[in-house]
């Protein structure tokens, strides 16, 4: 009798690597919906970005007129000769307007496309920041333990026990107005446009960055007991290199799923505050402050557009953050079953 | 337990004193009182005037001097006058608000609840089904949609294409909800005062449902999604335990199994997070009320922040921050009853 002895196969090292990032973007990679929702929120920032060379307008552009024309209608009789915009660039030709216009004529597509600057900045740089916040803050607590953790969880408990909406109208009235000397500060400082996109990114952080930081406590909290942080401390490790270099990668799967969840957040927050009056002020352009006297039009003809464009950006941006962090959860965090 | 429910009830009070100093300080803060209003109603208002009712208003004091006026009367129940209307703040916001957003959160917690729990187990016992994705997906949606932006399109569709809702508001023309025993006075026959009994009562109720549905349908959305993913979730983890496996292993039916072992211990953990999505419900309504112009909370809040109606926000913001005090405390007692692993002293 001969035994065969069967060569084993190795897949060579350089087709699939299996660090723990490789494995998970292959489970990501699977996830199509996740996958669509990064590439829908990366082609949302990407025209925002683009938006003056997408758009032949200005996005305070009025054209009286044409307010309230429905989505590419042509009603070029309304420009004299040369005053039209006459070549056509990408959607828009001469007196047609790709989603309509507003109450103002103002060019909704483009409106559109400016405001998403806006929002996925405060969506990005909000979430960005109140993750960072919560993360070291809720690391910090963990891992020095004693009094100091004692005052940030109950800070975190009375901060989440404070009427949260409420607080938010509060300080963003407060800081919007112009006789509060803060906000007279801001004001000097940024100026009105940019202030109001300051102020929402300063609220947001206030009053977001605790969900983060217990997930990311509870998390540290048992990382720090196992044998590889008492190795990294044996072998001469400081506080803070075992803390960035050991306890917080371990820790980036809730992170990470915390902050692409937190963009979703942050532009639902943003579009709230902007469509009470209370967020983003005109002259500037955000979704949420497009849709702000939009409830006024719904009896015009026409009217509606004014608010189901900017309404629709918002509700796909933020549920492709969502399918985006759900995605990453299953792909990052091996315990989470895929259910 | 007696011991930690009584120190846990002692425990809101610094809290809640806590929360009242942060907001009056806001609040303060906000430029325009009410003098400020009156010189700008008023040409032949003098600088002098100005001075004379900011001080016999006491509105020259600090904040905290003003803080601590204002609390020595809130803890004796009162909690001056609104502005704007001219009664007790606490009447107003008690007697003209309180009401309108109890009905309507009341009832959108209520179909809420008794949709996102069927739903969400339907959902997790045929995991991985078409349903359950359609499911999954229509929460994702849930989810992710801004409230305000559902309210218009339900206002676009049904009240202005379908003319078949109220868009806006709440009218209450006082129709009563029919009383059988004056109806018996009028007639003797049972059948001809049932069907009137029966056509009023209709009555009744279309017209009130004609003003509710849309925003309840709209705050509703929101809590639908979140439980019914949380309960899919909750059920998901309680069907994969050890004592499941047991009770089918005894020979239990399914159906037993799911209901009385499974759902059981499922459902627990949602009961909690609706005790603390409550508060948030009252002042959360903020968008939905604003676009109903709904008379509720929510918009009394933001109207009296913008019209600069103190007492009446500090009366809403405090009710509403010992709300969302007592519902935690209230989860957290639910916890320690349905949860005998916990222990609290």
């Known amino acids: 009798m001969t035994t065969t002895t069967r060569p084993l196969r190795v897949k060579s090292a350089r087709k699939q690597t299996n660090s723990a990032w490789a494995m998970a973007w292959r489970r990501f990679s699977r996830h199509k919906v996740a996958l669509m929702g990064g590439f829908v929120v990366l082609l949302f920032a990407a025209m925002s970005i683009a938006a003056p060379w997408i758009s032949p307008y200005d996005f305070r552009e009025i054209n009286g007129p044409m307010k309230f024309s429905s989505p590419s209608v042509e009603k070029a009789a309304f420009f004299p000769a040369g005053q039209c915009h006459s070549e056509k660039v990408f959607l828009w030709e001469c007196g047609v307007y790709p989603l309509g216009t507003d109450q103002l004529g103002r060019d909704i597509l483009t409106r559109v496309l400016y405001g998403g600057r806006v929002s996925l900045l405060v969506g990005i740089v909000g979430a960005l920041i109140s993750t960072i916040l919560g993360s070291v803050l809720g690391a910090l607590a963990a891992y020095v333990g004693g009094k100091f953790d004692m005052v940030i969880s109950r800070l975190i408990d009375i901060m989440l026990s404070m009427p949260q909406i409420p607080l938010l109208l509060i300080l963003s009235a407060l800081l919007n107005n112009r006789e509060v000397p803060l906000g007279q500060m801001l004001d000097d400082w940024l100026g009105s446009a940019n202030k109001s996109i300051f102020i929402i990114i300063l609220v947001f952080i206030m009053f977001y960055w605790m969900a983060t930081a217990r997930l990311v406590r509870g998390e540290v909290l048992s990382l720090k007991e196992r044998e590889f942080t008492d190795a990294a401390r044996v072998l001469g490790g400081g506080h803070f290199r075992v803390i960035l270099r050991h306890l917080l990668p371990n820790a980036a799967a809730v992170i990470i799923v915390q902050f692409s969840l937190m963009m979703g957040e942050a532009i639902l927050v943003e579009s709230g505050l902007s469509f009470l009056g209370l967020g983003i002020q005109q002259p500037a352009v955000s979704w949420g402050n497009m849709l702000s006297g939009a409830q006024g039009f719904l009896f015009r003809t026409n009217g509606i557009f004014i608010a189901v464009f900017p309404g629709l950006f918002i509700f796909l941006a933020v549920l492709c953050f969502n399918l985006l962090g759900d995605g990453l959860r299953d792909a990052l965090d091996p315990r989470s079953i895929r259910r | ?345």
């Not at chain 2, 999954?136 to 992710?144: A, C, D, E, P």
């Not at chain 2, 159906?255 to 499974?262: D, G, M, N, Y």
């Open chain 2, 1 to 345: 337990m007696i011991n930690f429910l009584i120190r846990r009830f002692l425990q809101l009070i610094p809290t809640l004193f806590v929360i009242s100093v942060i907001l009056y300080s806001l609040l303060a803060l906000k430029p325009g009182d009410p003098i400020d209003d009156m010189r700008r109603g008023n040409p032949g208002f003098t600088q002098a005037d100005y001075e004379r009712l900011r001080e016999l208003y006491g509105l020259d004091d600090p904040w905290y001097i003003r803080y601590l006026k204002w609390l020595g009367r809130a803890v004796q129940g009162d909690f001056g006058p609104s502005r704007q209307y001219g009664m007790p703040a606490t009447q107003y916001v008690f007697q003209y608000r309180l009401p309108y957003t109890v009905v309507l959160s009341g009832l959108s917690l209520f179909f809420a609840f008794i949709i996102a729990v069927p739903l969400g187990i339907f959902s997790a016992l045929r995991q991985h089904s078409f349903w359950d994705y359609l499911i999954t997906f229509i929460n994702f949606i849930g989810v992710s949609i801004p409230i305000f932006w559902l309210a218009i399109l339900l206002i676009y569709v049904f009240s202005i294409q379908i003319r078949n809702f109220l868009p806006a508001g709440f009218v209450d023309r006082g129709i009563p909800w029919p009383d059988w025993n004056t109806l018996a006075q009028e007639t003797s026959d049972t059948l001809e005062i049932l069907s009137i009994y029966f056509s009023k009562a209709m009555t009744y109720l279309a017209y009130y449902s004609r003003q509710l549905i849309l925003p309840v349908v709209a705050l509703a959305s929101l809590q639908l999604a979140q439980w019914t993913r949380f309960m899919r979730s909750s059920m998901l983890e309680v069907v994969s335990m050890d004592y499941i496996r047991t009770a089918k292993a005894k020979g239990l039916t399914h159906k037993t199994v799911i209901f009385r072992h499974a759902l059981r211990n499922a459902i627990l953990p949602i009961i909690t997070l609706i005790a603390l999505s409550i508060p948030v419900l009252f002042s959360g309504a903020v968008l939905t009320e604003t676009v109903f112009n709904w008379p509720g909370m929510g918009t009394a809040i933001l109207g009296s922040l913008l019209n600069n109606d103190f007492n009446v926000a500090m009366v809403a913001l405090m009710f509403i921050s010992m709300l969302v005090l007592l519902f935690n405390l209230l989860a957290d007692i639910v916890y320690a009853l349905i949860d005998p692993r916990i222990r609290y002293d």
